[in-house]
């Protein structure tokens, strides 16, 4: 092969999207394991996608600030925690108010909403002539006090959301989806990601918050009420946080510190992507949830083979060496520009520092 015809190959490789690349690598992993692993890896990527699916909506909230505040909000992961307590205070019989599962979901969404606009108001936005590590400091500081306010209010033992979960089905070859856990999460998650989509596409909202996220000073000096925006943005990614917790709520047991342990994934998930590209926090939380799964196939069957002693448990490190991965071989992510790789990296040192705490 000639050098010109193998750097025209090349090129017209560069010219691939990332995401359609790595997208088209996991279809073909996942085609891989099943005929390696027959139903257990197909199984096992039914669930990673409804766990990702948790993921998209947590780091497509969190996306949305960094975008606009740059710097990473510590305290999301609680902010998700606090839109399922609201829900669970709401409805459950015993030791809430009994009330509906959907009056509870928009109490859960409008109570985390404004939570985010009163930390914007009352905190980050005094912070905003600082170094963006005095933030990040603050929201830590948040997310402790968000944490031991739940664990005062509701206790540390673990509360079940009233949702009747049915038994599951199967739609053959020795399936089984259960519809609230994987049914329910995954056409939640798909309507909000549309929403997300058509919000920030055409919507004059949506063009003035991608507008303060590539160059705010710019924006404000364009006329753009920038700080309304961000204020919208925050209430925003409340929202989003909020589903999320309750999605969240309806899978697991939930705890005051169910949102932090997410919250490791979730930076993964916006690393992944890039960070500040609310579509590549998308693509970044399927690729998160997918991984973690996966990985678990491979690690049960090296515990079943005597290779590994307690397999399962190291689940969540596919995840971090997906991160690893593509942070070695695109450090500003799979969507993101050269302006985040200096932002991913600080982050990634963060959660490595956080896991081997």
């Given at each position: 092969?000639s050098?010109?015809?193998?750097?025209?190959?090349l090129?017209?490789f560069?010219?691939?999207?990332?995401?359609?690349?790595?997208?088209?690598?996991?279809?073909?992993?996942i085609?891989?394991?099943?005929?390696v692993?027959?139903?257990?890896?197909?199984?096992a990527?039914?669930?990673?996608v409804?766990?990702g699916?948790v993921y998209?909506?947590?780091?497509?909230?969190?996306?949305?600030?960094?975008g606009?505040k740059?710097?990473?909000?510590?305290?999301h992961?609680d902010?998700?925690?606090?839109?399922a307590?609201?829900?669970?205070?709401?409805t459950?019989p015993?030791?809430?108010?009994g009330q509906p599962?959907?009056?509870?979901v928009?109490?859960a969404?409008?109570?985390?909403?404004?939570l985010?606009?009163?930390?914007?108001?009352?905190?980050?936005?005094?912070?905003?002539r600082r170094?963006p590590?005095?933030a990040?400091i603050?929201?830590v500081?948040?997310?402790?006090?968000?944490?031991?306010?739940?664990?005062?209010?509701?206790?540390?033992?673990?509360?079940?959301?009233p949702?009747?979960?049915?038994?599951?089905?199967?739609p053959?070859f020795g399936?089984s989806?259960?519809?609230?856990k994987?049914?329910?999460t995954?056409?939640?998650?798909v309507a909000?990601?549309?929403?997300?989509?058509?919000?920030?596409k055409?919507?004059?909202?949506g063009?003035?918050?991608?507008?303060?996220?590539?160059?705010?000073?710019?924006?404000r000096s364009?006329?753009?009420?920038?700080r309304?925006?961000?204020l919208?943005t925050?209430g925003?990614?409340?929202a989003?946080?909020?589903?999320?917790?309750?999605l969240v709520a309806?899978?697991?047991?939930?705890?005051p510190f169910?949102?932090f342990?997410?919250?490791?994934?979730?930076f993964?998930?916006?690393i992944?992507g890039?960070?500040g590209?609310?579509y590549?926090?998308?693509?970044g939380?399927?690729?998160?949830?997918?991984?973690?799964?996966?990985?678990?196939v491979?690690?049960?069957?090296?515990?079943?083979?005597?290779?590994?002693e307690?397999?399962s448990a190291?689940?969540?490190a596919?995840?971090?060496l997906?991160m690893?991965?593509?942070?070695l071989?695109?450090?500003q992510?799979?969507?993101?520009?050269?302006?985040?790789?200096?932002?991913?990296r600080?982050?990634?040192?963060r959660?490595r520092r956080a896991?081997w705490?």
């Open positions: 092969m050098a010109g015809k193998l750097s025209r190959i090129l017209a560069d010219r691939v999207p990332w995401s359609l690349i790595l997208v088209g690598f996991l279809l073909d992993t085609a891989v394991m099943g005929l692993f027959g139903k257990f890896a197909i199984q990527a039914i669930l990673g409804s766990v699916a998209v909506l947590g780091a497509s909230g969190l996306s949305l600030t960094y606009i740059k710097f990473a909000n510590f305290a992961g902010m998700m925690t606090v839109g307590y609201v829900a669970f205070a709401l459950d015993v030791e809430g108010f599962l959907i009056l509870g928009i109490a969404i409008l109570a985390v909403a404004f985010g606009i009163f930390l914007e108001l009352a905190i980050f936005r005094r912070l905003e170094e590590v005095a990040l603050a929201s500081g948040v997310a402790l006090v968000l944490q031991n306010l739940l664990s005062l209010t509701f206790g540390g033992d673990p509360k079940q959301l949702v009747p979960i049915p038994a599951d089905i199967s053959g399936l989806v259960n519809p609230v994987e049914g329910v995954l056409v939640v998650a909000l990601i549309i929403f997300l989509h058509i919000l920030l055409y919507t004059t909202l063009k003035a918050m991608r507008a303060c996220a590539d160059d705010l000073d710019l924006a364009s006329g753009i009420n920038t309304n925006v961000i919208w925050w925003i990614s409340g989003l946080a909020a589903v999320a917790g309750i309806i899978i697991v047991n939930l705890t169910v949102g342990f997410l919250l490791l994934f979730i993964a998930a916006v992944i890039g960070i590209n609310p590549g926090a998308m693509l939380g399927l690729i998160v949830g997918l991984v973690q799964k996966l990985s678990s491979v690690l049960t069957a090296l515990q079943t083979a005597k290779v590994l307690g397999g190291y689940e969540p596919g995840a971090f997906a690893i991965v593509v942070l071989l695109r450090p992510g799979i969507m993101g520009t050269s302006r985040e790789v200096q932002a991913n600080a982050i990634a040192r959660i896991i705490k």
